[in-house]
């Protein structure tokens, strides 16, 4: 089961950070964590995924250099770090995880854990 947490509201050019905690039994070291984001009447759009075990990580066009992904496996929570927010990062963010790396990383379809959304607004 995986929770999400962290959106609020922030001004052009703010930061925010989203916490993605993994219960139950689910240890996510072994799983690939994903955050996707829904902007208003849009579809839902990866934004930045942590592969399990060899660390990489991948991130859409549009956010590489301002969002960061990672994870403590501590406390079984991955992070997502926006800094320099614009408008266009409006959106209802989601993470969501699966067992094992997919070469199809970026499609919604192939994952099957979702936490539910946190709303993330910015104001310009």
């Known amino acids: 089961q995986l929770q999400a947490s962290g959106g609020g509201l922030v001004q052009t050019g703010g930061s925010l950070s989203l916490s993605c905690v993994a219960s139950?039994?689910?240890?996510?070291?072994?799983?690939?964590v994903v955050w996707f984001r829904q902007p208003p009447g849009n579809d839902r759009e990866f934004v930045a995924a942590?592969?399990?075990?060899?660390?990489?990580?991948y991130y859409s066009d549009s956010v590489k250099g301002r969002f960061t992904i990672s994870r403590d496996t501590a406390k079984n929570t991955v992070y997502l770090q926006m800094n320099n927010l614009k408008a266009e990062d409006t959106a209802v963010y989601h993470c969501?995880?699966?067992?094992?790396?997919?070469?199809?990383?970026?499609?919604?379809?192939?994952?099957?854990?979702w936490g539910q959304g946190t709303q993330v607004t910015v104001s310009s």
């Open positions: 942590s592969r399990e075990s060899s660390g990489m990580k």
């Open positions: 969501a995880a699966r067992r094992y790396f997919h070469l199809r990383y970026w499609s919604p379809d192939e994952y099957y854990y």
């Open positions: 139950g039994r689910d240890d996510i070291r072994s799983y690939t």
